[in-house]
């Protein structure tokens, strides 16, 4: 299954994603965040219709790079990738439909 429960520390760099092969999520966001605990049943219900596609969750907050590279701002936000190539891109997500929308663009 590709939905991560857990959002992490950065384990990832810039340069790592950016030379990513294949379609990958990346979400943005705390485990005390009340957006992000919200959000997750549609981020679930969205991912597990595309196993295939990767779902990484990076601890945001003061201090981290990652997220400022991407101009994260608000949690959760959602970055597409195709190859390392941002294809969209979500803030605050309403429902599994947006996700499963811009997970199409990745596929």
């Given at each position: 299954?590709?939905y991560?429960?857990?959002?992490?520390?950065?384990?990832?760099?810039?340069?790592?994603?950016?030379?990513?092969?294949?379609?990958?999520?990346?979400?943005?966001?705390?485990?005390?965040?009340?957006?992000?605990q919200?959000?997750q049943?549609?981020?679930r219900?969205a991912?597990?219709?595309?196993?295939?596609?990767?779902h990484?969750?990076?601890?945001?907050?003061?201090?981290?790079?990652?997220?400022?590279t991407f101009g994260?701002?608000?949690?959760?936000t959602?970055?597409?990738?195709?190859?390392?190539?941002?294809?969209?891109?979500?803030?605050?997500?309403e429902?599994?439909?947006?996700?499963?929308?811009?997970?199409?663009?990745?596929?």
């Open positions: 299954m590709s991560t429960n857990q959002y992490t520390p950065e384990t990832l760099s810039r340069d790592e994603l950016d030379q990513t092969a294949g379609p990958m999520v990346i979400e943005f966001g705390t485990n005390w965040c009340g957006f992000c919200g959000a049943a549609d981020i219900a991912m597990d219709k595309h196993p295939d596609v990767r990484v969750k990076v601890e945001d907050g003061k201090g981290r790079r990652l997220g400022r994260v701002k608000l949690w959760p959602l970055i597409f990738l195709r190859n390392g190539e941002e294809m969209a891109r979500l803030v605050r997500p429902s599994s439909n947006n996700i499963e929308g811009a997970l199409r663009k990745i596929q």
